[in-house]
């Protein structure tokens, strides 16, 4: 019983610290955004309008404009990340681990690594140049046409962000016991047939793990974006995303004034958008795919 004691308070030592910086500093301020989204203090003081700031953002024709249009932007965001990098990044990770890169797969694992310890101010510096219409390799301007400014953006971003998929898939096949691989060899699987057949439904998991993650990042992308446009991303607002409509709105740029009520209901909806898809997503398709492990 003493020893059963000791064990929790030791345990209660190490993690009572770290859970209270994760309140303090994830917690309070999730629910403080929450309950202020609730208020009205507009006219100086803090009026209770329980969902009022709610049916402003959807029902204003000017701000649920944006919203929308933001909304839209980083479905498209997100979309172009999971067709391309989440299919690039499993390739590369098929790759370092086949025979074919045995000798020199550290390399090749730290280079494709590299561009994700950048700054994202650095990345996006490099390739304004790069893509510039002047002086670049493209004499076309991306960056100020509609159609091609936010895929352009999310490509830049999954340059960027590429090697961290392909290190935990890579990881993923790594984990595959050699026994699996060695029988399905002796019953005759060829090399295509032992990934789809037999290493991909096994690292299914870790996959679809990073489908979500890749999900609730680019929901609350920002970064990025406001590098490359700022807070009003252009042209026309074709770049904004939900995260650069909250900076806007909460902190006031662009010429447009800061409203701490609207912002922090903006932000709540995000929160929901991701907290409610998140939840599917384990409740419903993490369960059959869990049926993979081992």
């Not at 803090?46 to 919203?67: K, Q």
């Not at 690039?88 to 994700?116: D, E, K, N, Q, W």
């Not at 439904?201 to 406001?226: C, E, K, R, S």
């Not at 709105?249 to 929160?271: E, K, M, P, R, Y």
Request: hydrophobic letters at 55%.
């Amino acid at each position: 019983m003493i020893r059963t004691a000791t064990r929790y308070r030791m345990l209660a030592i190490f993690v009572l610290p770290a859970l209270a910086i994760y309140v303090i500093f994830s917690v309070l301020p999730l629910l403080s955004s929450v309950i202020l989204s609730f208020f009205n203090s507009s006219n100086g003081g803090s009026a209770f309008i329980a969902f009022g700031n709610y049916v402003h953002l959807f029902t204003d024709p000017y701000i649920s404009g944006h919203f929308w249009n933001a909304l839209r932007n980083s479905v498209e965001f997100f979309a172009i990340h999971l067709i391309v990098e989440l299919p690039v990044g499993l390739l590369m990770a098929a790759l370092l681990t086949s025979a074919t890169l045995r000798r020199s797969r550290g390399i090749y694992r730290t280079l494709l690594f590299i561009p994700a310890t950048l700054s994202v101010v650095i990345v996006g510096f490099i390739w304004r140049l790069i893509i510039n219409p002047l002086w670049g390799v493209v004499s076309f301007p991306l960056l100020g046409n509609t159609a091609t400014a936010l895929p352009t953006i999310s490509l830049m971003s999954v340059w960027e962000y590429i090697g961290i998929p392909m290190i935990f898939l890579y990881t993923a096949l790594l984990a595959i016991p050699n026994d699996i691989v060695e029988a399905s060899r002796i019953d005759g699987a060829s090399p295509w047939q032992l990934f789809w057949r037999i290493k991909f439904p096994l690292i299914a998991p870790q996959f679809g793990l990073i489908t979500i993650l890749t999900y609730i990042w680019t929901f609350n992308g920002f970064d990025i974006v406001y590098a490359l446009n700022g807070s009003a991303p252009g042209p026309n607002y074709s770049t904004d995303i939900l995260g650069t409509l909250f900076y806007r709105t909460f902190f006031g740029s662009s010429g447009q004034v800061a409203d701490l009520d609207l912002g922090a209901t903006i932000a709540s909806v995000i929160f929901f958008i991701i907290l409610v898809t998140t939840a599917a997503y384990f409740v419903v398709l993490q369960r059959r795919i869990k049926t993979y492990e081992l």
